[in-house]
């Protein structure tokens, strides 16, 4: 299915010894900080994951998802069904030669294909690990048809107090029309790195919307990448990501136009704490085709401790007139003014700044697929009010 | 033209400063070694402490890459096919200006800057570079009744040796980039600015540069250093003239200011821009940067860019004084064939610093226009706050806008905010101008500089409208 | 059409069976109007039935396209014209929806746009301060406060500031023919007013008005000489002031009786024009 490319021995330099395993998975050695898209994510982190792959927990029987309930409307592709729409969500969106993806090959991912047809209510998607060390891979294919429509949820977290590297590529293919309501919702510990890839492709008259929720984890990094294959499409992004401690969370977003009238609605929000890095690169291509295309980008920081570092980069590349484009970005610690509102109401310094990283986060929040619900995403994130 | 053109057919402006000033001048072989290095410092009869710091900036280049990570796309520089060192025939600087060819005064009067007693501008101080070298400063004695000195950093290096030593390379090192590197090796003249504590300079300060040789480098370097309470306002504007290959311009300047200390750097650069079909023009690789070194300093650049093949520079600001300010007000316009790459660095190192950036980009054609920002606040800068805005204009579906603004804080008790958007000008605006009997260009030219108005609010008066003109100029035909 | 209202006053814009479309989609099927020196013409009619089609398209608007008729402005082919060219020989749109345009100084902007006219008529150009003073002046036929000037063209006005902005340039560029499409909408009462003291104070017998509105409150401040109703891209009745209270009382929907009748009949004879 996969192929990883071959990556000659010499090229594959990958400096900690304790990393040469993830590179020979990989069959690539691993971007280091000189390669622009990777200048603020270390990965070296990384060494403190054992060799050894942490399976997905059903590793037994190979297939984690074999007593899966789907929902009527969604059905499961195996075989050559499967195989022909592998990979075209990675190739479209540029990413099908990045290291997660080649690591995520390499790592003989558990591997799930849906067809989606009509309305097919919402799905939960259970991404179970094993108790063991190492890396556990997920590779999940969505194909929705014309017209279907899909709410789905996926939880991945790393087994407790172990050491694991969790992969997970998700591709989507979205017909005329169709409309994914896709949530991610990533708790991770300190031990524990997520590297997530979301390609996307989309039809015209199809919404995608995607809400990527991680905290807690020694690394992640989601890269979400859309292509509206002709436009016309509305993609709506969210992301929050919290770090705390001397944990760093990543998100590396890529978004293009390949046709008029497309129109993306993007908001990203980090809260960073202790000693943590947060990093959020956003890129948008608008190429000549793209005329009339509606863009927004809003990044906003929360920055609570001075030893935690943010770095953000929008990236905006516009080769057509007509179209609209705005992005904006704003770091801040809590609005002294909003602090003293609340106290002035009474409410203690401690519990006034719990409440406004909470309506911060909120925003977020409740994009998630209603599933997320019974997960109380906001005491993942933050802990109890 | 009719209403029905496009905004597309206004940009094809002969460029008009493109004559060459037939002018013997000194040059020395093509090509770049140690030996060209010791040559230009020994032509310039320099102290040892410049010829080292030529050297060790050399020896630092040879190990550098050029950098590529710019989107910009042109043919690899040959640095062996370029001349470092070219001077007009002419003994010595003159010490008066009757003395100097009567060609070099005939050819800044052609530019609009005359230099002679009789017609030069009235409050503005002028240094005149014709290729590697300063040909006159006019107002020197004027200003030195109030302790300002303003000559070139030739003059500055004989003249002023310490002053020269203690801030030469103290703002870009050597090996700051490979550009600087190169500039610190070879750099033949430019402009040396001091103003003494508690003074206010009486005039604008202004250098003009002018490249004339078809195959030199211009590589000149500007040092303005402001005292504690003292005030500068300088402004510089460029041209050369059309030659079918590439000039490489590579200078730097480095501003320091101390304590409430405050300096304004205007520029309006219109160095000839290549053909429609990209052939020609200037590569204007410049490294501008200054730092606030005294609490309550203040830097501003301001910068009108119109011309260059490719232009590639980012007047920074390193805030290091508390409260300090640093601000950066742009326009870049490109048109035909043009790549600039250019934005600002805001390095917020001081408590309670501030920095404002404004940047609008104008491409039309088949240019590219980039504004690559970045806004760094470290972990001591209390109470820092940014604003930033960078707005761009497309003219016409060939042009293309890109937008890198890079934040960096380590700091929360601070705050940062970046504002962008796209726009262009839409038929229903034109139609409503010229339904009140405004022309289709002048129509155009209004929203321009509309756009445009927060920047030049910045430049100094007289240069204000000049820039207002020279962007009208550049627009025409492009739109329509 | 109803009768010739001042038989002897210089026609200023004659409008013959004229058609326009827009993105392809024909909209105006065959207008006829005649305009003469002193008068005041209403045009009304339903939403959609192309009011401020017919005015962009004689102001030039590039986005319509004139597939048949003519327009004679004083004698001259008016559609050979450039927008600009229009204003500054006095034919002038207040617009239904001004646009906004950041950046550009109101004040500079007026200054321009009289200028341009003053320099066709063979006035002198005014510099800055003679400008202020003009304008100044011209700002109280609006009740205008002069904040306004110093703000970007129309950018953050409201609705009926817009609408005075539009008065104003109008009285800055003393037009032959004003055409006003729904100046009175979005407007208060005391504006109303205000608006229509303007217009009654700025028409001489030498100018024409034609006003596009919706409103006999409009009418009851500027008394026209005739009324016309649009209906799908043509002038479907004409008739005198009376004509707009009928509208008033009895609304539009004799239209569609007329527009079957219209349809129905094998050869459609353009309405003559009186
Ligand atoms: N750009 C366009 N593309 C398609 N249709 C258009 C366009 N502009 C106008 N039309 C259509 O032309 C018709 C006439 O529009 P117009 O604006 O002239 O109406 P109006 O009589 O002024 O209406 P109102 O009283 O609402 O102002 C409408 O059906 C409108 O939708
Ligand atoms: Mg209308």
Redesign the pocket.
């Known amino acids: 299915m996969v192929a990883a490319p071959v990556v000659t021995a010499a090229a594959a330099g990958s400096g900690a010894p304790a990393l040469a395993w993830l590179a020979e998975l990989a069959g690539a050695p691993l971007p280091t900080r000189r390669q622009e898209d990777w200048r603020f994510t270390d990965l070296t982190a990384l060494a403190a994951i054992p060799v050894g792959v942490a399976a997905p927990a059903a590793g037994r029987a190979l297939d984690p998802w074999a007593e899966l309930n789907l929902p009527a409307g969604v059905t499961r592709l195996t075989g050559t069904a499967a195989e022909a729409q592998l990979g075209t969500a990675l190739a479209a969106s540029g990413c099908d030669q990045h290291w997660p993806v080649l690591l995520n090959g390499g790592a003989r991912p558990a591997l799930l294909v849906l067809k989606v047809e009509g309305d097919a209510g919402s799905l939960e998607l259970p991404l179970p690990v094993s108790a063991g060390e190492g890396v556990a891979a997920w590779r999940l294919l969505l194909v929705l048809e014309p017209g279907a429509r899909l709410e789905l949820l996926q939880v991945p977290a790393p087994a407790p107090g172990q050491r694991q590297l969790l992969s997970l590529v998700s591709e989507v293919v979205l017909g005329e029309g169709a409309r994914l309501q896709l949530g991610c919702l990533a708790q991770g510990h300190n031990h524990a790195a997520l590297l997530h890839h979301l390609a996307v492709r989309q039809a015209s008259a199809s919404e995608l919307q995607a809400t990527l929720v991680s905290s807690g984890w020694g690394l992640a990094r989601h890269e979400p990448r859309v292509v509206q294959e002709q436009g016309a499409a509305r993609t709506r992004l969210l992301g929050l990501q919290r770090v705390d401690g001397r944990q760093l969370a990543d998100t590396h977003s890529f978004v293009r136009f390949d046709g008029p009238d497309g129109e993306l609605d993007q908001l990203h929000k980090a809260v960073a704490d202790g000693s943590g890095r947060s990093v959020f690169n956003g890129a948008v291509q608008v190429p000549r085709l793209a005329q009339r295309t509606n863009a927004a980008q809003l990044s906003r920081t929360l920055l609570l401790s001075d030893r935690a570092r943010i770095d953000t980069k929008p990236e905006l590349e516009i080769v057509a007139d007509d179209v609209k484009c705005a992005h904006g970005a704003t770091v801040s610690q809590l609005q002294s003014e909003e602090l003293f509102y609340l106290r002035s109401r009474g409410i203690d310094a401690t519990t006034a700044a719990g409440l406004l990283q909470r309506a911060f986060c909120h925003e977020v929040l409740r994009e998630l697929p209603a599933a997320a619900h019974r997960h109380d995403p906001m005491t993942a994130l933050l802990g109890a009010a | 033209m009719s209403s029905t053109a496009t905004v597309g057919d206004l940009v094809s402006q002969n460029y008009k400063y493109g004559f060459v000033t037939d002018i013997a001048t000194d040059k020395i072989a093509k090509g770049l070694s140690e030996e060209v290095v010791r040559l230009i410092s020994s032509m310039k009869q320099e102290p040892a402490f410049l010829l080292d710091f030529r050297l060790r900036a050399y020896r630092q280049w040879l190990q550098m890459e050029e950098p590529d990570w710019a989107t910009l796309g042109y043919p690899p520089i040959d640095y062996q096919e370029i001349i470092y060192y070219a001077a007009p025939k002419q003994q010595q600087k003159k010490s008066s200006l009757d003395e100097v060819d009567p060609k070099l005064l005939e050819t800044f009067e052609k530019l609009g800057i005359p230099l002679s007693e009789q017609k030069r501008l009235s409050n503005v101080a002028v240094d005149a570079v014709f290729d590697s070298v300063s040909i006159a400063t006019t107002f020197r004695e004027q200003l030195a009744e109030h302790g300002v000195i303003f000559c070139s950093i030739s003059e500055a290096v004989k003249d002023h040796p310490e002053l020269v030593e203690r801030y030469l390379g103290t703002v870009v090192p050597t090996n700051d980039n490979y550009f600087a590197a190169l500039n610190s090796a070879v750099f033949s003249d430019g402009s040396f600015v001091f103003i003494p504590k508690g003074v206010e300079c009486p005039m604008e300060l202004s250098t003009y540069f002018r490249i004339n040789s078809g195959d030199t480098g211009q590589f000149e370097r500007t040092l303005i250093i402001a005292e504690e309470a003292s005030t500068v306002s300088y402004l510089e504007g460029c041209t050369a003239p059309m030659f079918d290959t590439n000039q490489l311009h590579a200078a730097v300047v480095e501003l320091v200011a101390l304590d409430d200390a405050s300096i304004k750097y205007s520029t309006v650069q219109n160095w000839y821009a290549g053909d429609e079909n990209g052939v020609g023009g200037i590569y204007n690789f410049v490294t501008k940067r200054g730092q606030c070194r005294g609490d309550r300093s203040r830097i501003s650049w301001t910068q009108v860019e119109t011309g260059s093949a490719i232009t590639w520079k980012y007047p920074s600001c390193v805030l290091q004084g508390a409260d300090s300010v640093g601000e950066f007000y742009s326009v870049a316009l490109t048109n035909n064939r043009q790549q600039a790459d250019t934005g600002t660095k805001m390095v917020h190192v001081g408590p309670r610093t501030r920095s404002t950036i404004v940047s609008k980009g104008i491409s039309a054609g088949h240019s590219a226009n980039s504004y690559r920002g970045l806004v760094q606040i470290g972990p001591k800068a209390v109470g820092a706050r940014n604003y930033s805005q960078c707005d761009s204009m497309l003219i016409g579906d060939q042009a293309a806008a890109n937008t890198y603004p890079y934040i960096r804080c380590q700091q929360p008790q601070s705050s940062i905010e970046h504002e962008a958007s796209t726009c262009r000008i839409s038929e229903d605006q034109l139609f409503y101008l010229q339904s009140r009997g405004i022309g289709f260009e002048e129509a155009v030219s209004m929203m321009v500089s509309g756009f445009c108005r927060d920047v030049f609010n910045q430049l100094p008066m007289e240069f204000a409208a000049e820039a207002d003109k020279l962007l009208a100029l550049k627009l025409e035909g492009s739109v329509g | 059409m109803s009768a010739v209202i001042r038989p002897d006053a210089p026609v200023l814009l004659e409008i013959r069976d004229l058609h326009a479309s827009?993105?392809n989609?024909p909209?105006l099927k065959g207008v006829n109007l005649t305009i003469r020196a002193g008068e005041i013409h209403a045009v009304m009619?339903?939403?959609?039935?192309?009011?401020?089609?017919?005015s962009k398209v004689l102001a030039g608007h590039p986005?319509y396209t004139v597939t048949a008729g003519s327009v004679f402005y004083r004698g001259e082919n008016l559609l050979d014209l450039d927008p600009e060219q229009r204003s500054r020989i006095g034919l002038f749109l207040g617009f239904?929806y001004p646009v906004e345009i950041p950046g550009v100084s109101n004040l500079e902007f007026l200054r321009v746009a009289t200028n341009a006219r003053r320099k066709e008529r063979g006035d002198e150009e005014l510099d800055t301060f003679a400008f202020e003073d003009v304008v100044r002046e011209r700002l109280s036929v609006v009740q205008m406060d002069p904040a306004f000037l110093d703000r970007s063209v129309n950018e953050g006005f409201s609705g009926g500031e817009k609408k005075r902005n539009e008065i104003l340039q109008m009285a800055l560029l003393e037009p032959v023919v004003a055409i006003l499409?729904?100046t009175d909408s979005g407007l208060d009462i005391d504006a109303l007013r205000i608006v229509a003291g303007g217009v009654n104070q700025l028409s001489s017998p030498d100018n024409a008005t034609l006003l596009?509105t919706?409103y006999q409150r409009l009418l009851d401040l500027i008394t026209p000489d005739a009324v016309h109703v649009?209906a799908a891209?043509r002038i479907l009745r004409s008739g005198g002031k009376e004509l707009a209270l009928e509208l008033e009382r009895s609304g539009y929907d004799w239209v569609d009786a007329e527009l079957a009748r219209l349809d129905g009949e094998a050869e459609r004879q353009p309405l003559e024009v009186a």
């Open positions: 827009v993105e989609q909209i009619g339903r939403n959609g039935s192309g009011k401020s089609t017919l986005a239904q499409d729904e596009i919706h649009m891209g």
